[in-house]
């Protein structure tokens, strides 16, 4: 059965940093898309950025420039880089993995557990 773990997750002042990870565990033959997407208390979740097997990226206008999502495609597992974190980057964050191939056959749409990051002086 597959399964997304996240970690990484914490507390920190306004400028810091924090390095998100979601590793995927099962019998996984490959993984297409995999992103973060996140939600703050009393709002929708949001994606913030997501990335393809090969290695495209896009992310959400409000983390430009301060956020950069990467992947090892050998370990399954997909990365936020987070930097000059402010209070509104405040919520859950959650991996996901919309087409993972098992030996099973396709699978859709995982999501891991959450984890929580809260940025505050």
């Known amino acids: 059965q597959v399964q997304l773990v996240e970690s990484g997750g914490g507390s920190v002042q306004p400028g810091g940093s924090l390095r998100l990870s979601c590793a995927a565990s099962g019998i996984i033959l490959s993984i297409d898309a995999m992103g973060w997407h996140r939600q703050a208390p009393g709002k929708q979740r949001e994606l913030v950025a997501v990335i393809t097997r090969g290695g495209d990226t896009t992310y959400a206008d409000s983390v430009k420039g301060r956020v950069t999502i990467s992947r090892d495609n050998a370990k399954n597992t997909v990365y936020l880089q987070m930097n000059s974190l402010k209070p509104e980057d405040t919520a859950v964050y959650y991996c996901?993995?919309?087409?993972?191939?098992?030996?099973?056959?396709?699978?859709?749409?995982?999501w891991g557990q959450g984890t929580q990051v809260t940025v505050s002086s």
């Open positions: 996901n993995a919309p087409r993972i191939l098992t030996t099973s056959g396709m699978k859709y749409d995982y």
